[in-house]
């Protein structure tokens, strides 16, 4: 095979993975695969001599790499998530767990929604919904999570570090401990510190001072 047409290819490669990339609707993917399209694009164009397209992938590719530092720093910010508890009969949280419906089964496929002895919280990115957790006593400091769920466009980011370790949320209700849904589909909580407990994990929560 000719360079010429092995150049060719890399061009046509560098334009299908940013067009790739605008398909991703997780912002962490999104990023990654613009940034590799963008210095594919570079190389190759440097290499054909097309100065302008060149500079517009070098733009490109400085604002993904500056797009994903603020992604990576953030994900371990406290002021980047916050959590409000909400009733079980509120309205909005009915039109989340509506909308996102078929997701949440895929991945929690023995979750019912119990508004009698559940609390409900919501993870928000300034005013964007970031999740949803739905949760209820087990007694003696325990929280028995029924529901964890993560929107798709957030889900690279881990969210539920700040939930779980940083929000406060759980341990200013008097919990000390956490379970995790049974049966849960592709679990992150090894990444977050959870220990195997059977069918689910357990997490021992941080003490506040």
């Known amino acids: 095979m000719s360079s010429v047409l092995w150049l060719e290819l890399v061009g046509w490669a560098g334009s299908a993975l940013l ?3 605008l398909l991703q609707t997780r912002l962490l993917r999104l990023r990654v695969f613009n940034l590799a399209g963008s210095l594919v694009l570079v190389a ?4 054909v001599g097309v100065w302008p397209m060149v500079g517009l992938n070098v733009t490109l590719a400085g604002i993904n790499v500056w797009q994903l530092y603020r992604l990576l720093r953030t994900r371990h910010d406290e002021h980047t998530y916050q959590v409000v508890e909400v009733a079980t009969d509120d309205n909005f949280l009915a039109h989340v767990l509506r909308v996102h419906w078929a997701d949440i089964a895929r991945f929690n496929p023995d979750f019912r929604f ?3 002895t559940q609390q409900a919280f919501l993870t928000l990115c300034g005013d964007e919904l970031v999740g949803v957790m739905l949760l209820r006593p087990a007694g003696d400091g325990v929280a028995q999570v029924d529901l964890d769920y993560v929107t798709l466009k ?3 980011l881990t969210p539920g570090e700040f939930v779980f370790r940083r929000s406060g949320q759980l341990t200013a209700r008097g919990y ?3 379970f995790t849904p049974p049966g849960m589909v592709a679990p992150y909580y090894g990444r977050l510190g959870f220990k ?3 069918d689910r994990f357990c997490l021992d929560l941080p003490t506040t001072d």
């Open 19 to 21: 067009v790739w990339s």
């Open 44 to 47: 190759y164009n440097a290499v």
């Open 114 to 116: 119990d508004t009698t």
């Open 154 to 156: 957030y889900r690279d």
């Open 176 to 178: 000390h401990r956490v």
């Open 196 to 198: 195997p407990a059977g």
